[in-house]
């Protein structure tokens, strides 16, 4: 890194950041900043159990992002790069039945990302490119299982349901999935433009980011909208699943 994190870092900023509307607080807002993805905050508790379990680097998008120089790369837009080592845990995906759609057989690139934090496999705070400064140790590697071991029933915020044990996901909504309707008629929802109903697809797939937006919590579960008569289920599926896998409040 040549700059400094503070000149470089103003793009990623900018992308990681929602404009507020409502000044929220942590961990229910509506920016990052406000949200448990800002790992600031366990990371300068003065609670004795939580001293040293995560680096606080001095900035909030640096443990998923890594600051570049510029906004554009040759005239198109640059978007920030991902700052986490993604993880390689062999997973037993969701089960279904591949007669509706092609699922891949392992998660995909995009939903390693998020996996990156939520499978336990990979330290919160070990990240690839560290700010230049940062001049502390090393990352403390304190994974989401051992957060989630220590906060339950919600003292003092809910940390259960957040870890994804990678050898068995099979309770988890398929994801990595070719979104293919013409595979079951009438079941599920056209998809316009990359997208159905305004959820993104990525490759044409369902993946975490289809129905998850990580940077805020304006919905519960970091959702892209409200779930509120599982409404956000109806996005793709014409009617309720019979079956839904973690029906979401």
């Given at each position: ?157 809910d940390w259960e349901g957040v870890y994804f044990k990678p050898d068995d996901m099979r309770d988890q909504h398929p994801f990595s999935v070719l979104y293919d309707p ?31 937006e990580p940077h805020s919590q304006r919905y519960k579960f970091f959702l892209r909208q409200s779930n509120a008569g599982q409404s956000l289920c109806l996005v793709c ?13």
């Amino acid at each position: 890194m040549r700059a400094s994190l503070t000149s470089r870092a103003a793009f990623v900023i900018a992308l990681c950041v929602i404009p507020r509307s409502v000044v929220g607080q942590w961990p229910n807002g509506i920016s990052v900043d406000q949200t448990p993805h800002n790992l600031r905050v366990p990371a300068t508790s003065t609670e004795p159990d939580m001293a040293g379990l995560i680096r606080d680097y001095g900035d909030v998008c640096v443990y998923c992002h890594s600051p570049h120089d510029g906004p554009t790369w040759s005239g198109s837009p640059r978007a920030p790069l991902f700052n986490r080592p993604r993880p390689n845990a062999g997973y037993r995906m969701p089960e279904w039945d591949q007669s509706r759609m092609q699922q891949d057989p392992s998660p995909s690139n995009k939903s390693r990302l998020c996996l990156s934090c939520h499978d336990g496999t990979v330290g919160l705070d070990d990240i690839l490119n560290m700010p230049n400064t940062y001049t502390g140790p090393g990352p403390a590697n304190t994974s989401i299982e051992e957060c989630e071991d220590c906060h339950e029933d919600g003292d003092p915020i809910d940390w259960e349901g957040v870890y994804f044990k990678p050898d068995d996901m099979r309770d988890q909504h398929p994801f990595s999935v070719l979104y293919d309707p013409s595979q079951r008629p009438g079941q599920f929802n056209p998809a316009v433009g990359g997208s159905v109903g305004g959820l993104p697809l990525f490759g044409g797939k369902v993946e975490c980011l289809t129905c998850h937006e990580p940077h805020s919590q304006r919905y519960k579960f970091f959702l892209r909208q409200s779930n509120a008569g599982q409404s956000l289920c109806l996005v793709c599926h014409t009617s309720i699943p019979a079956d839904p896998v973690h029906p979401i409040p």
